[in-house]
């Protein structure tokens, strides 16, 4: 069996057959089926079901009159994404803002939850989840890429200013779309790791007062790591979306 956390065990207790049914039909076999729910998983729901929970307080309690602490936090969010966007995607970013405020909150959510005693940060414990948010996310930009332009007009955008480089820049763009997935995952990843990591050396260590300068530091790297992630993502969508002139 493998370690688990808490949370973990309470899903595999509660989900354990169905889930390892459903990866039957998949064809997938679980490495342990009495526990095909792995600890990283288990922290991207608990994540998911936190913010679920926070939208729905925001939006239950929405008011022009009389906003609360919650819906000042957010709107705080929104407006600095919001800003963002601006700047780098332009005028027409409006329709993008959900996906990058919904996108960074999720990774800064799962960044900190490893601060909690009895949790681990599903970005730091494996690459997995890092790469789901970029495959995500390389889709996302395509996505709207394509929608934007029509599929000939965003497949141009491959083919570099002149025909006659054609045929160099197609495969140069293709590997370089291919490598920001690599590059996105790689670099939320370690950064997490390393941080979570450097904390559990030196409170093994050193575990009075040292640790917290630690931890204060893994907090500014987990909301660095997040809004650098979103940024990126932005400067992908803007490069899809953008018009030729």
């Not at 996505?143 to 160099?168: D, S």
């Not at 670099?187 to 979570?196: S, T």
């Not at 907090?219 to 490069?239: D, H, N, T």
Request: proline fraction near 6%; glycine fraction near 8%.
């Amino acid at each position: 069996m493998p370690e688990q956390l808490w949370f973990t065990e309470i899903l595999n207790h509660l989900f354990a057959a169905p889930v390892t049914a459903l990866l039957g039909t998949l064809h997938i076999q679980p490495q342990y089926p009495e526990a095909p729910i792995t600890n990283a998983v288990a922290m991207e729901l608990l994540v998911f079901i936190i913010l679920i929970v926070f939208f729905a307080l925001v939006r239950v309690r929405l008011s022009v009159d009389n906003p609360g602490g919650l819906q000042h936090i957010m709107e705080m969010i929104h407006g600095f994404v919001y800003g963002q966007a601006q700047e780098i995607i332009g005028h027409h970013s409006e329709g993008y803002v959900a996906y990058l405020t919904a996108l960074a909150l999720f990774i800064l959510a799962c960044n900190l939850i490893g601060l909690i005693p009895g949790f681990e940060s599903p970005t730091g414990v494996t690459a997995t989840v890092p790469l789901g948010c970029a495959l995500l996310s390389f889709a996302y930009y395509n996505w709207q890429g394509l929608r934007h332009h029509g599929p000939w007009g965003y497949f141009k955008h491959f083919m570099g200013p002149m025909p006659a480089m054609a045929i160099l820049m197609l495969p140069i763009e293709v590997v370089s779309h291919l490598a920001r997935l690599l590059s996105l995952t790689v670099r939320l990843w370690a950064n997490i790791f390393a941080g979570d990591l450097i904390t559990l050396v030196f409170f093994s260590m050193i575990p009075i007062g040292v640790p917290v300068i630690f931890n204060a530091l893994h907090i500014v790297v987990a909301f660095l790591q997040a809004y650098v992630f979103m940024l990126l993502v932005a400067i992908y969508i803007a490069g899809a979306v953008a018009e030729e002139h």
